[in-house]
């Protein structure tokens, strides 16, 4: 792999020293129990039927970190940074599988309802994303697929040792597909999504590095482990493959708060655009495999002063701020204080005109106006012979 312009190398350096400054260590480990949000309503069980699927649908598999998680990073009592996705307000717009809006019903998302792999789950003829590995009963698979996406989940390194790397993930499908738990059948018509949001430049695989020439070759681990993986993926029968490009981390509300939300970190895009490079020349070759522009996407929409962009981006009144916002800079949505009824953060009347949720996820509207733009060339790839 060619060495990256040395000058962008030293400013990713600069960045990921940064992050380990402003973003401390990594969130200590959950620990599993029931969880309630302020409310007195309890987190959405696991469905107990299966996801609906209709005969022509493809059986989709999930692999990334909180992105795409929708269950398997456990709740904890009381909540934790690592557990909020499953209290209040998280899943505060959820609607029913009849259409009937059930508000405060967290459902493990790190969003007030939909993210990316119920969108794609959606093209796919799916209700939804296909249920969580850690929801589901051994040796058993809903006929959708399965989902083993994880909060905090890394491609080398993740922020919990309990937390499986995506190697880890993909292990644990290839034991589903040799034991059986995992069909021929359901192979057969298959589609994997990988989502990933840069938390290996976040966390502690980075804490060592300085030189220009590491942080290139650390860069290059990253995305030829993402490529190894979706080898082995196509290599057990997946017939099409969609791996996520790095979204603009510094458009993020975790890096724009500095700034009173009112643009993004110009440092912290161009890192994700070099992982993006890098990611784009691993793939080039493979056949039955497309990068999910996700970064163009983002950027389409939070670019953008408000009322101004496309139609999708003017939607959005507040494109850099979150709808669910922690009082303290290092706190976060959802945050409880010493009782559960002291609530340390605010929550917009409008999530509709918010694109992200809380510091680092978009809201259900944001990731909808994301996959609008995404659609036609998705249902291109999976639908060619």
Request: hydrophobic share 35%; aromatic share 8%; proline share 7%.
């Amino acid at each position: 792999m060619k060495l990256l312009p040395a000058v962008l190398v030293l400013v990713l350096v600069l960045i990921l020293v940064l992050n380990q400054v402003v973003h401390g260590p990594p969130c200590p480990p959950p620990r599993y129990a029931t969880v309630l949000n302020p409310n007195g309503v309890e987190a959405r069980p696991a469905p107990t039927g299966g996801h609906e699927k209709k005969p022509s649908s493809a059986t989709f598999f999930v692999f990334g970190d909180d992105l795409a998680d929708n269950g398997n990073l456990p709740p904890t009592g009381p909540v934790t940074q690592m557990s909020r996705q499953w209290a209040y307000p998280y899943g505060s717009n959820y609607v029913d599988a009849d259409g009937f809006p059930r508000p405060n019903t967290p459902s493990g998302r790190f969003s007030n309802y939909k993210i990316q792999s119920d969108f794609i789950a959606t093209m796919l003829g799916l209700e939804e994303a296909p249920q969580a590995h850690a929801l589901t009963a051994k040796k058993t698979c809903d006929p959708s697929g399965m989902t083993f996406a994880t909060g905090g989940a890394g491609v080398l390194h993740s922020t919990s040792h309990e937390v499986p790397a995506l190697a880890k993930q993909v292990d644990t499908f290839r034991k589903m597909v040799k034991d059986g738990t995992i069909t021929e059948k359901q192979l057969s018509h298959s589609v994997a999504l990988m989502a990933f949001s840069g938390n290996d430049y976040a966390g502690t695989g980075v804490s060592g590095l300085s030189s220009p020439n590491d942080i290139n070759a650390y860069i290059g681990k990253v995305t030829k482990e993402i490529a190894a993986n979706v080898d082995q993926l196509l290599k057990l029968g997946v017939t099409k493959v969609l791996v996520n490009n790095l979204h603009p981390i510094g458009c993020t509300p975790s890096h724009t708060r500095i700034n009173n939300y009112t643009t993004c970190d110009i440092f912290e895009n161009l890192g994700a655009s070099i992982h993006n490079d890098n990611l784009k020349q691993v793939m080039t070759s493979k056949k039955n495999v497309y990068i999910v522009d996700v970064y163009t996407a983002f950027i389409n929409i939070v670019d953008h002063g408000a009322g101004k962009g496309s139609e999708l981006s003017k939607q959005f009144k507040r494109k850099l701020s979150p709808c669910c916002e922690s009082l303290d800079s290092g706190g976060y949505c959802g945050q409880q204080g010493e009782s559960s009824t002291e609530l340390l953060y605010t929550v917009c009347d409008n999530s509709n005109r918010f694109f992200y949720w809380d510091d680092m996820h978009p809201t259900h509207a944001g990731w909808e106006a994301v996959m609008k733009q995404l659609e036609k060339p998705l249902r291109e790839f999976v639908n060619q012979a």
